[in-house]
């Protein structure tokens, strides 16, 4: 039979909880409800009592009670309801999850989706869905619902919102369900060919999908992925987890946008993790000619007076200098000096985005050569390979070259693995 898995707070939502599983049930799945309360009595009996969710984080439910700590006790709570969803997909007794609730309730939830795999059905109902929800999504497939009212009863908005919700969990579920059973799709590479990650944006695509077109002539699937900051840490978390033959990551905008303060960055840890994993890299420099920040009304006072140029009216771009230009080379060469697996950086000389191109406004020549001139001495040394094409990010041949590059690397990786 096709679940779906409720998870919430039932002494604050019990009454909606009860009636999305009657909706649920009358789509013709069955339900499994999760209790994540703790203060107040659940309004309707749940399938995992909070007691057991409480248990599953290592944590009593009495004494959560006594101490009376919110903050904890979400904690504890989102941790429980985590091992909770896990356990009921590897019984096979969850085939989406669907969650409603508040800021508290969002957490919680969230928290047990995002430990679920890629393609698992996950749909939060939120009240905090019109806002930024990075950090409930992460980066994981998680839909959100704006709930448009807050969760408190069910009222002629709430209604057909939850309606909907319920009807698109019970269809989703019975889909994942019928895949399941047919094939396993519920995990990365289930189509049986090598996954490589690439990066991409809009001022590299066309050297990008060269060398994804390249990579699919050899054989490999690709997935890219845009480096809007939330893009790069999506790579960063796959590539940790070991899910990829290789990484193709041509394009670095995240770097720039953490080091010079604009709004797209992946964080300090971005170009890391397939070194530490000792996944095969090629990397090259896209998009470090730029740093990224929103409408031009809101670009900070001391941006306004450098090459400023709106890329569309949600994104305005500066250009680095070569100050800025040195210290992205040095970055680089630090994260990929140690690297566990193969590296190879290909570096493209006349440019490095639409706009750095020689007829580009971003073109500067002075501050790409401090770029190279650090990068090459901060991996004088090291494994890392570097490699110089002159032609620009976005010539074909480029793109094809670095896939080549990638697919040797991983070849001789696994020479290497099987002698």
Not at 341 to 367: F, K, M, N, Q
Request: hydrophobic letters at 45%.
């Amino acid at each position: 039979m096709t679940n779906v898995v409720l998870v919430g707070t039932l002494d604050t939502k019990g009454v909606e909880y009860g009636w999305l599983r009657e909706r649920l049930l009358r789509a013709g799945v069955d339900v499994v409800l999760v209790d994540t309360g703790v203060m107040g009595e659940p309004k309707v009996p749940a399938d995992v009592p909070r007691e057991a969710v409480a248990r599953a984080a290592g944590a009593d439910l009495e004494r959560l009670r006594a101490d009376g700590d919110r903050g904890a006790a979400v904690t504890a709570m989102a941790a429980g309801a985590e091992a909770t969803v896990l356990r009921l997909h590897a019984e096979g007794r969850l085939h989406a999850v669907l969650a409603i609730g508040g800021s508290g309730g969002t957490s919680i939830a969230t928290r047990a989706m995002r430990a679920l795999p890629l393609g698992v059905p996950k749909l939060m109902v939120s009240s905090m869905a019109s806002g930024d929800v990075a950090r409930y999504v992460g980066s994981c497939d998680i839909t959100m619902m704006y709930s448009v009212v807050d969760i408190a009863g069910i009222n002629s908005v709430s209604a057909p919102v939850l309606a909907n919700a319920a009807d698109a969990a019970a269809g989703m579920a019975k889909g994942f369900a019928r895949g399941s059973r047919e094939v396993r799709t519920d995990r990365l590479g289930a189509g049986g060919r090598p996954l490589v990650a690439a990066s991409m944006a809009g001022v590299t695509t066309v050297g990008v999908d060269a060398a994804r077109e390249r990579l699919t002539e050899l054989g490999y699937e690709v997935l890219v992925f845009h480096v809007s900051g939330t893009g790069g840490r999506t790579l960063e978390a796959l590539a940790g987890q070991g899910v990829f033959a290789g990484v193709l990551d041509l394009t670095l905008s995240e770097l720039a946008d953490e080091l010079c303060g604009g709004i797209l960055t992946a964080g300090p840890d971005r170009l890391s993790a397939a070194g530490r994993a000792g996944v095969p890299q090629v990397v090259s420099l896209g998009a470090l000619d730029m740093v990224k920040f929103g409408p031009l009304d809101t670009l900070p006072e001391q941006a306004r007076y450098r090459r400023v140029r709106v890329h569309n009216p949600s994104i305005t771009v500066i250009r680095t200098t070569g100050e800025e230009c040195a210290e992205l080379g040095r970055l680089v060469a630090g994260k990929l000096r140690d690297a566990a697996g193969p590296t190879a950086v290909c570096v493209p000389l006349r440019g490095l985005s639409t706009l750095g191109a020689p007829d580009g406004p971003y073109h500067d020549p002075t501050a790409d050569a401090a770029l190279f001139a650090s990068l090459r001495e901060g991996l004088a040394g090291s494994a890392a390979q570097v490699f110089e094409y002159d032609t620009h990010i976005n010539d074909p041949s480029f793109g094809r070259a670095a896939a080549d590059r990638l697919h040797a690397l991983i070849g001789a990786a696994k020479e290497r693995d099987a002698a």
